[in-house]
Structure formats: C-alpha cells, structure tokens
Nanobody, 132 residues
Framework: QFVESGGGLVQPGGSLRLSCAAS????????ITWFRQAPGTEREEERE?????????????TYADSVKGRFTVFRDNAKKAVYLQMDNVNAEDSGIYYC??????????????????????WGQGTQVTVSS
C-alpha cells in the first residue's frame, strides 16, 4: 500500500515535494509511477502518467513531456519511499497525485506512463493546487 503526502496550495513558479510511502512489499523490486488526476476527471483510466522510476537498482526514469525539466523523481529504498520534486509549477499541474507500482516489468517502459491499468497498490492521492 502507498500513502501519498506533500500536496497543497502553491503559487505558479513555486515548488513542492510529494512523498509516497510504501508498506507491505519490497519497494525496490518495482517500478513506481506517479500519476495525476486532472480536475473534472474521475475515472482511473483518465489519470495521466507524470513520471516513472525503475526498480531493481536501476536509475532509469521517464517523464511526461509536460513536466520534463521541471519535475524530478527519486527514491529512497531504505526509507521505503518515492518522491516527486515539482519545480516551476503551473496551473496545468493541478490535480490529485497518486503513486502506484507497475505490475510486470521492473523498469519503466515505453507505455508505462500511458497505462494506469498496468499498475496496482494505488494510494489515496494528495491534492496539488497551483494558483495565485
């Protein structure tokens, strides 16, 4: 199970660090993906993949084009946590952010960010609102 935290209200251009705490399984064995649910959407299938970090000791990461150069994903397996550092945020970054583990490949693959249905152990999410 995951528990996300760190969300809140932030001004455009500001920064936030989201945390995703894992329990009940060995975090390092899995690729972990951050998704976000934009305002006005409800279905899990509508969640947008933001960033993925590979498991099993790999440092390979992927990012959605919309966040490249602004967001950074990293993990601390000893603390059983994955983080998403969000810099220079804008209004389009608003939404509920979830982390989930990829079922199957232990690395981020081409379609990881497009397929929320290949993930499980979703947390409850953390709300990010970017507004002045």
């Amino acid at each position: 199970q995951f528990v996300e935290s760190g969300g809140g209200l932030v001004q455009p251009g500001g920064s936030l660090r989201l945390s995703c705490a894992a329990s009940g399984f060995t975090l390092d064995l899995f690729a972990i993906t951050w998704f976000r649910q934009a305002p006005g959407t409800e279905r899990e299938e509508e969640r947008e993949g933001v960033s993925c970090i590979s498991g099993r000791g790999s440092s390979f990461t992927t990012y959605a084009d919309s966040v490249k150069g602004r967001f950074t994903v990293f993990r601390d397996n000893a603390k059983k946590a994955v983080y998403l550092q969000m810099d220079n945020v804008n209004a389009e970054d608003s939404g509920i952010y979830y982390c989930a583990r990829q079922v199957g490949p232990t690395s981020c693959v081409d379609n990881t960010l497009r397929n929320p249905w290949t993930h499980d152990n979703w947390g409850q999410g953390t709300q990010v609102t970017v507004s002045s």
